[in-house]
């Protein structure tokens, strides 16, 4: 299969039997790994509880936003369809997001590190961010995972947009006490602090305005 991502404790193929769609498959975990105890206590209660894993989280998060959204969060967020079992294991598929050429968006990871760095100046994709950031305010949606491998780069109207392909962080975070999900204050908060460090990011490792790569 052709692994079009790979994350710390998932991957992401081409979906040999549906064109247009990817597949996400768990990892197992890796045993020479320290990971934190909050870390392992999540992974030991998704093991008791299946609705807790990676896969049923993203595609319940998707649910409750469209149901909410209707076809509004087409253009931001990529569309889970059900939880499939293939000669792989259990996966999760989605509608692939491409870009004009019909390839796989390029994550905005690879933009700032992988061999698509440069195509797009830091100012660029900083506006993109921002506009990201402003949508989830008007919105209420408490997309925290702002980070540069759950969002792919596609172009539209000549500038770069972004579309989040990993929402379950909506209903599943790092809180004990998820009270940043609850105030709209503390939410707003919360994303302009990711929204911020991950401008940050991309103004650490992305090319100036003006400079292309090659220049």
Known sequence: MQVIARGANRV???????????????LPADAGRRRPLRHRIRDAWA??????????????AWRGLHARLGDRLDSHVAACQALVDTPAGRALRCLL???????PAPSLYALLFGSGRGHYPAD??????TRVEAW???NAIPLFDLNSGNLVVVERAGRPEL?????????????IVPISRWSRRLMRR???RRAKR??????????????????
């Not at 992401?12 to 768990?26: E, Q, R, S, T």
């Not at 660029?124 to 961010?129: F, G, N, P, Q």
């Not at 991950?198 to 220049?215: C, D, F």
């Open 190 to 192: 919360k994303i302009a």
């Open 136 to 138: 989830l305010h008007a």
């Open 163 to 175: 579309v989040c392909v990993d929402v379950k962080s909506v209903i599943g975070g790092k809180e």
């Open 198 to 215: 991950l401008r940050e990011r991309i103004r650490a490792h992305a090319p100036l305005a003006g400079v292309q790569a090659g220049h």
């Open 12 to 26: 992401c193929v081409i979906d040999p039997a549906a064109p247009g769609h990817c597949l996400k498959y768990a």
């Open 124 to 129: 660029a994709l900083c506006d993109a961010v």
């Open 97 to 103: 997001v491409t870009g004009a050429d019909g390839a």
């Open 47 to 60: 093991d008791l509880r299946p609705a807790r894993q990676a896969n049923a989280l993203e595609l319940r």
